[in-house]
């Protein structure tokens, strides 16, 4: 299927593009930066820059784990791949809810939610993220701004309350952090198809 000279997305150009609203994408030093506390989820990434990107970052060890690379090819594609945005769907927001995202029991009336968190530079992805999930039946709600006590930038949340959706949210969407639903017994046998 052609689209303006270009293939269909790829999944896991999808997923990149959604993990990488977490990452730092210097484009005057070509550079690709992305921090995080899990070794395992930054290898599951570099493999999918491998894929997405043909390149394959390295991961260093500092207080958190650091996956950097250096690639003028790789950044443009990237960007060309940002620039598609109309043709994101689940593997986008698995990308953006392994990299921004949470599950808790709301305080109030202890059901489960799913907020995904970013700043108002990444509120046009959470609407994104928000239109896919409500053409797959999921819905959810964007709430914000609020200003959080460390923020420099207002910052927005895209929620899915109660055990049903969440559950929806979880048969459907690829994430590699099966992990954050298993504490609230949300898992059940669900595998991954990245």
């Not at 927001?93 to 700043?119: C, H, M, N, R, W």
């Not at 108002?120 to 992805?125: A, F, H, I, Q, V």
Request: proline share 3%; charged share 25%; with cysteine.
């Amino acid at each position: 299927m052609e689209m303006m000279g270009n293939s269909a997305m790829r999944e896991c150009e999808e997923y990149l593009i959604g993990a990488f609203q977490d990452a730092y994408v210097d484009e005057k030093r070509n550079e690709i930066q992305v921090y995080q506390k899990n070794l395992a989820w930054l290898e599951f990434v570099n493999s999918n820059m491998r894929k997405a990107l043909g390149v394959e970052g390295k991961v260093f060890k500092r207080d958190v784990y650091l996956l950097r690379k250096r690639s003028k090819p790789a950044v443009q594609k990237l960007l060309k791949l940002k620039a598609r945005k109309g043709e994101l769907d689940l593997n986008f927001v698995a990308g953006l809810f392994d990299s921004e995202g949470s599950v808790y029991l709301s305080t109030k009336s202890k059901i489960p939610v799913i907020d995904i968190t970013q700043s108002s530079k990444g509120l046009e992805c959470l609407k994104i993220a928000e239109k896919v999930l409500g053409k797959h039946g999921i819905s959810c709600k964007l709430n914000g701004p609020y200003m959080h006590k460390h923020a420099v930038l207002p910052q927005y949340h895209l929620r899915i309350y109660g055990i049903k959706k969440c559950k929806q949210f979880l048969g459907l969407v690829p994430i590699f952090y099966v992990d954050k639903f298993v504490r609230h017994h949300l898992s059940g046998d669900y595998n991954p198809i990245l």
